[in-house]
């Protein structure tokens, strides 16, 4: 089993910044990807960036570019999450989830709360 633990929400203003993290505990652990997705009060789960852990190639989504910025820590092992001109919009749970597939994320951290006031 992989845990991952996310670290690093909490209350921003539009407009300010924010820092995710996403640790793994098992250093061995072959991960193809690591992606971060949130969920909205009221809404479906969505997803917001990926990185691939060998290759360091990155995917964002729409919404994303220009703004997040998803990178990885090899030696760490950990994931970060930058979030810049943040909006209200933006306001949602965000997860750290692990791809061993490829195929889909086989595993999930128990979510980060972020808030973005206005």
């Known amino acids: 089993q992989v845990e991952l633990v996310e670290s690093g929400g909490g209350l921003v203003q539009a407009g300010g910044s924010m820092s995710l993290s996403c640790a793994t505990s098992?250093?061995?652990?072959?991960?193809?990807?690591l992606g971060w997705f949130r969920q909205a009060p009221g809404k479906e789960r969505e997803f917001v960036a990926a990185?691939?852990?060998?290759?360091?190639?990155?995917y964002y989504a729409t919404f994303a570019k220009g703004r997040f910025t998803i990178s990885r820590d090899n030696a760490k092992d950990t994931a970060y999450l930058q979030m810049n001109s943040l909006k209200p919009d933006d306001t949602a749970v965000y997860y750290c989830?692990?791809?061993?597939?490829?195929?889909?994320?086989?595993?999930w951290g128990q979510g980060t709360q972020v808030t973005v006031s206005s």
């Open positions: 989830a692990a791809s061993i597939s490829a195929a889909s994320y086989e595993f």
């Open positions: 098992r250093r061995t652990f072959n991960k193809h990807a």
């Open positions: 990185i691939t852990w060998n290759s360091g190639t990155t």
